[in-house]
C-alpha cells in the first residue's frame, strides 16, 4: 500500500510538472504569436488577414456589384483559399492588398442600354428611364424614325460610352421634310421680330459661339430693325454651334447681306443664324453637336469690320439673343 501511495504521489507531481511546463510554452506561444489566415490565390501565396469573414464578404460584395457606376457584377473564376496558422505579432496582415489582387484578375461586366434604330445599336444611356424618356421626346417632336426606336438591356464587359438626352435627341431626331445634301441652299430669313422683352422658353441650353464684345445690338438699328447682335472679333475666330441640330443653311455670296452664312435647326421650331463668315465648315443636311466648329468670323455681305452676326429664331421670329446670351 505504501508502494502504492509513492507512486501516486511521484505520477501527481510529473503530471504537475508537464501541465505547468505546458501552460508556459502556451503563454510563450501567445506571447510571440497570434492566429491568422493565411490566404493563397490561384495556387500563389498573396498575405494574411485576421478576419476571414469580413475579408471574404467585402470580395462577396464587389462579386455582385462591382464598385459602382453601370458596373453590374464581376466575373471570378477562382475563390481566395484560406488556411489557419499562427503568425509573429510583429508581421501585419495585408487585407487591402489581397482585396485589390482579387478585385483586378476580375471581369467587370457593366449593365447599360441601348437604343436602337431600325435593329441598329446607335446611343447607349445609364438606365431604362432615360431610354424611354429620349423616345418619347423623339415622339413628340415627330421624328421621322420614331417608329423604329426600341430599347435593349445589355450586359457587356466593354464600357461603352453613356450620352446625355440632349445627344441621343441631336443623334436620333430626323426630320420628316427631306432635306437635300448640297453646300448651299437658299438663305433663310427671319418672317418677323419680337419686339417687345418677352423671353420665349426655347427647350434647349444654348452656349456663346465666340468669345468677344457685343458691338450692335438687337433692334431699331439705321431706320431698320436689326434681327440679331454683332460680336466683335478677329478675323478666323472660330464659330461653335450653339447647341446641338442640323444644318439647313450653308450658303456662301452677298446673301441679302448676311455674307457667308449658316442656319442650324434645334428642333420644335428653335433655328440660330451666323452670318459674316470667312469660311463655312459644315454642309446643309449635316448633323451638329454643341460646340462643334461650324464656321470662322469674317467680313463678309453687308459688313463693316470682322464680326459674327447672330440670331435666334422661334417658328420664324427672331429674338434678342441677349435675352439668352452674352
Not at 159 to 179: D, H, M, P
Not at 183 to 209: D, E, F, R
Not at 302 to 312: D, K, P, V
Request: proline letters at 2%.
Amino acid at each position: 500500500m505504501k508502494k502504492i501511495l509513492i507512486h501516486i504521489r511521484t505520477s501527481i507531481k510529473f503530471i504537475s510538472v508537464c501541465v505547468i511546463a505546458l501552460l508556459l510554452i502556451i503563454g510563450a506561444v501567445a506571447f510571440i504569436y497570434k492566429p491568422t489566415y493565411s490566404v493563397s490565390f490561384n495556387g500563389e501565396f498573396i498575405g494574411y488577414t485576421n478576419d476571414k469573414s469580413n475579408l471574404q464578404q467585402k470580395i462577396n460584395d464587389y462579386i455582385e456589384n462591382g464598385d459602382g457606376g453601370n458596373m453590374a457584377f464581376v466575373q471570378l473564376d477562382t475563390l481566395p483559399e484560406y488556411s489557419l496558422c499562427l503568425l509573429k505579432k510583429d508581421i501585419q496582415t495585408n487585407d487591402d492588398e489581397i482585396y485589390n489582387i482579387v478585385k483586378e484578375a476580375g471581369t467587370p461586366y457593366y449593365k447599360y442600354y441601348a437604343i436602337l434604330d431600325a435593329g441598329e445599336e446607335k446611343v447607349y444611356v445609364a438606365t431604362f428611364e432615360e431610354a424611354e424618356s429620349c423616345i418619347n421626346e423623339l415622339k413628340e417632336k415627330n421624328s421621322k424614325n420614331k417608329d423604329e426606336l426600341t430599347i435593349l438591356e445589355k450586359y457587356e464587359a466593354e464600357e461603352k460610352q453613356l450620352v446625355t438626352k440632349e445627344e441621343v435627341i441631336s443623334k436620333l431626331y430626323e426630320k420628316v421634310e427631306l432635306v437635300p445634301l448640297q453646300t448651299k441652299s437658299a438663305v433663310k430669313y427671319a418672317s418677323s421680330v419680337n419686339s417687345s422683352s418677352k423671353k420665349i422658353p426655347l427647350g434647349i441650353s444654348l452656349i456663346k459661339p465666340i468669345s468677344g464684345t457685343v458691338t450692335s445690338r438687337f433692334g431699331g438699328r439705321w431706320g431698320s430693325t436689326h434681327k440679331g447682335i454683332d460680336i466683335g472679333a478677329a478675323k478666323g475666330t472660330k464659330i461653335k454651334a450653339a447647341a446641338s441640330g442640323t444644318v439647313i443653311t450653308s450658303s456662301t455670296g452677298y446673301n441679302g447681306g448676311y455674307g457667308n452664312y449658316i442656319v442650324i435647326s434645334h428642333g420644335n421650331g428653335v433655328e440660330t443664324a451666323y452670318g459674316h463668315c470667312s469660311a463655312l465648315y459644315v454642309k446643309v443636311g449635316q448633323k451638329v453637336s454643341q460646340g462643334d466648329i461650324i464656321a470662322a468670323v469674317g467680313n463678309t455681305g453687308r459688313s463693316f469690320g470682322n464680326h459674327l452676326h447672330l440670331e435666334i429664331r422661334v417658328n420664324g421670329v427672331a429674338q434678342n439673343p441677349q435675352n439668352y446670351l452674352y
